[in-house]
């Protein structure tokens, strides 16, 4: 009826729900709505449709998109063991040592356990590796990223 190619209208429905979530997920100001909307060129009439369709339907948005978010497990508690093995009947002097971590976890008010096993090698790497990405998250670039994403 539009006489119009079914990509386009398909591309433009896309790139409104686009602006529309991501602006909703931000939370933007109006202002900055409006100046968001008007790099793409349209008439000001356009602008104060969006502009409305934006204020109207944000909370909307917001609630839908939170409903949509997986519900990843949190952490309870951690009990750990440490197990030595120091002979066995074929050899008389070794030393095998394993830890064992049960992890504790809540999900959707159900407590799950995890029980897992490494030796401590693997699991000082373990340590090393979260302590790093533990101090990547106090530069500035992660910082604005997180402040972004709220």
């Known amino acids: 009826k539009l006489n119009i190619d079914v ?12 602006l529309l979530t991501e602006s909703s997920k931000l939370m933007i100001s109006e202002i900055d709505f409006q100046e968001s909307v008007q790099v793409l060129g349209f008439s000001d009439e356009l602008n104060q449709l969006l502009l409305q369709l934006y204020l109207d339907n944000r909370k909307e948005i917001r609630s839908i998109l939170s409903e949509l978010a997986p519900k990843l497990p949190s952490y309870h508690s951690l009990e750990w063991r440490l197990d030595v093995q120091l002979a066995s009947r074929s050899l008389r002097q070794q030393i095998k040592p394993a830890v064992t971590l049960k992890l504790h976890l809540n999900q959707n008010e159900d407590q799950t356990a995890q029980v897992l096993q490494t030796d401590p090698s693997t699991l000082l790497h373990l340590i090393q590796q979260l302590e790093q990405a533990l101090g990547e998250m106090k530069t500035n670039h992660c910082r604005r990223i997180v402040r972004n994403m709220k």
Request: negative net charge; glycine residues 16%.
């Open 7 to 18: 990509d386009t209208i398909q591309h433009g429905v896309e790139g409104l729900s686009y």
